[in-house]
């Protein structure tokens, strides 16, 4: 049974970092797409970054560009997203996702290709 399982979230000033982790258990990443999506109140869960298994790139959403950054340790089934320069507008719950799909630095499937999630962990940061 495939369980993702995140941490690192936590309450920061703009300006802050913070280092989120997603353990995969039970899941082989090789040939995959591992990605981090976030969902604030009344939003809807937009793709943030993702990762694929070997890849040396990797996608990130234009608001994020130049501040997150997403990598993998794949001796511990693990991926990473370090998020630098944050703002309030960063606040929501966010989520590891993966799948036996493609993705790249140009292309992240849709949400509904990805077929296991975490359960999520808050990020809240204050102006």
């Known amino acids: 049974q495939v369980q993702l399982v995140e941490s690192g979230g936590g309450s920061v000033q703009a300006g802050g970092s913070l280092r989120l982790s997603c353990v995969a258990f039970?899941?082989?990443?090789?040939?995959?797409?591992m990605a981090w999506f976030r969902q604030a109140p009344g939003k809807e869960r937009e793709g943030v970054a993702a990762?694929?298994?070997?890849?040396?790139?990797?996608y990130y959403a234009d608001s994020v560009k130049g501040r997150f950054t997403i990598s993998q340790d794949n001796a511990k089934n693990t991926v990473y997203l370090q998020m630098n320069s944050l703002k309030p507008e960063d606040t929501a719950m966010y989520y590891c996702?993966?799948?036996?799909?493609?993705?790249?630095?140009?292309?992240?499937?849709?949400?509904?290709?990805?077929?296991?999630w975490g359960q999520g962990t808050q990020v809240t940061v204050s102006s």
């Open positions: 996702a993966a799948a036996w799909v493609y993705c790249s630095q140009n292309y992240l499937p849709l949400r509904t290709a990805f077929d296991y």
């Open positions: 039970g899941y082989t990443g090789s040939g995959s797409c």
């Open positions: 990762i694929y298994s070997g890849g040396d790139s990797a």
